[in-house]
């Protein structure tokens, strides 16, 4: 326990996440019972108004259910509560609340109870005042020098000052070249409203010349105003500060002189009557609330002030006497009297902690041993350095640095895909093309077998797929037990999701408070996006994929995409996706092949990957298990290039509207300051067109800004595109060079690297950076090349030929021999073995042009990409061309 921290006497935590303010805290003896006894007045946001008698049974006791006398909800956000003496005819103390667009003022009083729960407080509405405009804050005292009675003045969110008589409407006047406002209070012995302007600095106005000056609600002066009944309103003094200020205390402990306290976002002033300074203070950390009082030494005077540190600091004039620890920041302090016990330190949070607290000091007891001293023996020690190391550095490679069997025994986590639709989809509001939009139910198991805290579920799926929910939280789950819970899943929009692959990821606390993190995937059916359609004779774009054993009916690998009119058909089918592309699939009679086409090159990758995992399953199921597939052809980097270029082009696109977006606004912000000059001239002048030109830049900007969000939706479907196309690339040089999992895991993360596209971070940039880092290590030809460093900051290129030439070349090291890995060691002895015709990696223009010429036979652009034998017999399908 640290020896200067508050000592918590009672503390409370108000409702749950209601927020508070400087101005939502008051310590008075609202209920007039004059036995010299404060009471705790909160007000917060949410309308709760809360008042508290603290009297603990012993320290740090929290609240009990007698400690709040009265809770009230006022349904508007309570702004300021304060206690004065508010009503006429009566010095008795009365509430008065503060909200946004209403001043309320109430009689707090309590009746005794004939029953053992006490006394019975309530509240009772003596008047209120509707205001015209917003409320920011208040402030009271005896106006004019009246006795026996409390006035009421208000600061409007437009710097309007609105002084209330009690029950009756004063007057409202406009603090001259009030932008926004700023802390408010009342000096009593000048007789003077100080606040501090947006221009920083603190400005004095007499009340009387606030009581004479031209009424704010009539802006236009009459004749008789200026014959002399009205006066212009003028400050008294001022004092620039150079900062905002947070609050604006006066205190006066006797009638000869008071000081006027600010508290900066740096500074805290302390200044005279007429605003010259006494002293100043520069603070060591940002302050958020203070509360000056009255000091045991003549002539100075004491200060509180909290910091966002948890710190309260109590400072006699400009010297820190004190420093205690608070635990928690707070906005509202106050000193008041409670249950006896005089000088109690009330603190409130923002987020309701309520705490009154003393200064004092713990002692501690403990007393550290003596310390044996001896000589160290620094050989020893190096030896048993390096046999811990050893044994480290073995625990390490043998298994891990996490026990994965105990994080799997802890929760075990299953995901299961219905087989059928819902009956009703989800997607009421979704519309694709003609097509109604099926929704398919998810159901996620948790098995937990020792008692879990704060689970946590999350669920993702590739856009443009959506989920009904995508968020679970269960508080407690006992030793044992079975959660499900279950989402649907459906299309929104018109492109194609680059994966059917969803991930369950679910973070919990074991009951030692160790967090974990345990996952789980699914695969959503190829139907939720794709229905049968009618085989194509012509395409664009074509893939023939080679496998080692004989070609498997369609009709047994998709069953439910059977065309019922072409039930002979076994050995051609047809796909057509929610979004309108078709594709269609073609296997062979006479060889091992398959043929994937359509119109669009992306589209080409989920029935692709789709075909090769169901072959692997059906071979599995048959108990084969040298199943192998290859790809022959040339390696489509043309196709894929353009939608790159489509993709990073969309990209410029984008930075140029938003350019003309920022000029077309500052334009417009010029013209309505322009405007706003000309309407507050006294002397009427002509707008010279400038109404016009404000409604067509404003037009200009409307039009941008649709133009910004239609190309981010294009851009959006533009990167789902060219992750399906990254994806099938990847797959292709994965069955062209017969490259393993790993090495195939390092393409994806090379490649794909982003789970969205941003302007900041782009896809073109990391990928090439990432492609980069492979060609100059493990695809490297000489240790001169792995020395070479990256740089540390990715911005966006200025075209993509770079990255396609990497691209270019990584698939020629790859042609030549390199593989893929993460480790430098273990990617030292393969540049050994490479084939000679393995270049290095271009620095310059130069370089990169012989590259590209070296690799033109390899990676020819084709629109066909099939292999040059022949395929006849390929379907019975009438017409279908090769």
Not at 585 to 605: H, N, V
């Amino acid at each position: 326990m640290s020896l200067f921290k508050a000592r918590d006497w009672w503390s409370t935590v108000l409702g749950e996440k209601e927020e508070f303010d400087q101005g939502c805290l008051c310590l008075a003896d609202v209920d007039n019972t004059g036995n010299g006894q404060d009471k705790v007045i909160v007000g917060s946001f949410m309308g709760y108004l809360r008042i508290f008698n603290p009297h603990p049974v012993k320290t740090g006791d929290g609240a009990q259910a007698e400690d709040l006398l009265l809770e009230v909800h006022l349904r508007d956000p309570i702004l300021q509560v304060e206690v004065g003496k508010f009503v006429s005819g009566t010095e008795m103390l009365h509430l008065a609340v503060l909200h946004s667009r209403k001043l309320c003022v109430y009689s707090v009083s309590g009746s005794l109870g004939n029953v053992e729960h006490g006394t019975q407080y309530q509240i009772k509405l003596m008047y209120e005042h509707n205001l015209q405009r917003t409320a920011c804050n208040m402030t009271y005292g005896s106006f004019g020098g009246v006795k026996g009675r409390d006035l009421i003045c208000i600061q409007s969110m437009d710097g309007m000052l609105m002084v209330f008589e009690q029950e009756s409407y004063a007057f409202g006047r406009f603090l001259p070249g009030s932008l926004l406002p700023g802390p408010l209070a009342y000096s009593y012995r000048t007789d003077s409203f100080i606040t501090v302007s947006s221009c920083r600095q603190v400005e004095s106005y007499k009340y009387q010349v606030l009581a004479f000056a031209t009424d704010a609600d009539k802006r236009q002066e009459t004749e008789q105003q200026k014959l002399g009944s009205g006066k212009r309103l003028v400050v008294d003094w001022t004092l620039n500060i150079g900062e905002q200020a947070l609050d604006i205390c006066i205190v006066s402990f006797n009638q000869s002189a008071s000081s006027v306290f600010v508290l900066g976002e740096r500074n805290f002033f302390c200044l005279k009557d007429n605003g010259q300074i006494r002293f100043m203070k520069k603070l060591d950390c940002s302050p958020s609330c203070f509360l000056p009082y009255c000091s045991v030494s003549e002539g100075t005077i004491n200060t509180l002030i909290g910091n966002h540190s948890n710190m309260l600091h109590v400072y006699q004039d400009v010297t820190l006497k004190w420093a205690t620890q608070l635990p928690h920041i707070p906005v509202a302090v106050r000193v008041g009297c409670l249950h006896d016990l005089k000088g109690v330190i009330v603190t409130l949070s923002d987020d309701g902690h309520l705490q009154c607290s003393y200064l004092g000091t713990d002692p501690s007891l403990f007393q550290a041993p003596k310390v044996e001293s001896r000589e160290l023996n620094y050989d020893e020690l190096d030896i048993e350095l390096k046999e811990l190391q050893k044994i480290i550095k073995d625990v390490n490679k043998s298994q891990g640095v996490w026990p994965m069997t105990e994080r799997e025994d802890d929760l075990k986590v299953s995901a299961m895909v219905s087989p059928n639709f819902d009956s009703v989809s989800q997607s009421t509001d979704v519309e694709v093309g003609a097509d109604l939009v099926p929704s398919v139910t998810v159901k996620v198991t948790l098995q937990n077998r020792v008692t879990l805290q704060k689970i946590r579920l999350s669920v993702y799926v590739q856009p443009p797929l959506v989920l009904t929910c995508d968020q679970f939280t269960f508080e407690f789950m006992a030793p044992e037990m079975t959660r499900t819970v279950g989402f649907s899943v459906y299309l929104k929009g018109s492109c194609l999701p680059p994966e059917l692959e969803g991930n369950t990821v679910v973070s919990y606390s074991r009951p030692t408070g160790i967090p974990r993190v345990s996952q789980c995937k699914f695969r959503l059916p190829l139907k939720l996006i794709c229905l049968p359609g009618q085989p194509s004779k012509t395409a664009s774009h074509k893939l023939t994929i080679d496998t080692n054993k004989s070609p498997v009916s369609l009709l047994s690998l998709f069953p439910g995409f059977a065309n019922q009119s072409e039930d002979d058909q076994v050995n051609v089918m047809g796909f057509r996706f929610l979004g309108g592309s078709r594709v269609t699939l073609l296997a062979s009679k006479t060889s091992q092949r398959y043929r994937i086409q359509s119109e669009q090159f992306e589209d080409l990758w989920l029935i692709t990957n789709e075909l090769i995992m169901r072959l692997q399953e059906y071979f599995e199921k048959q108990g084969i298990k040298d199943f192998a597939c290859s790809f022959s052809g040339s390696m489509p980097l043309q196709e894929y290039f353009e939608l790159i270029d489509h993709h990073f082009e969309l990209r410029i696109n984008g930075e140029k509207l938003k350019e003309l977006l920022s000029e077309r606004a500052v334009q417009f912000r010029a013209i309505q300051r322009r405007l706003l000059t000309r309407f507050k001239d006294k002397t009427p002048a002509p707008l010279q067109h400038l109404d016009t030109l404000l409604d067509g830049t404003y037009k200009q900007v409307i039009a941008l800004a649709d133009a910004v969000e239609e190309n981010q939706d294009n851009l959006f479907q533009s990167f789902t595109r060219l992750k399906s196309a990254t994806h099938l690339v990847i797959l292709l040089i994965g069955l062209w060079q017969k490259l393993s999992a790993d090495q195939i895991a390092i393409l994806e993360a090379a490649f794909l690297p982003l789970q969205q596209d941003t302007q900041e971070l782009g896809w073109e940039e990391t990928v090439d950076a990432a492609i980069s880092h492979l060609l100059k290590t493990c695809l490297s030809k000489s240790s001169k090349e792995q020395a070479l460093n990256l740089s540390s900051q990715l911005s966006i290129p200025k075209d993509t030929s770079r990255l396609k030439k990497h691209i270019t070349l990584l698939c020629d090291r790859l042609a030549k021999g390199g593989r893929l890995c993460l480790s430098t060691d273990a990617a030292a002895p393969q540049t050994m073995v490479m084939p000679g015709g393995c270049a290095t990696i271009p620095e310059s223009d130069l370089e990169e042009r012989s590259v590209e010429q070296d690799s033109t036979e390899l990676f020819t652009s084709h629109k066909h990409l099939i292999v040059e034998t022949p395929m006849p017999e390929v379907s019975p399908l009438q017409g279908v061309s090769e």
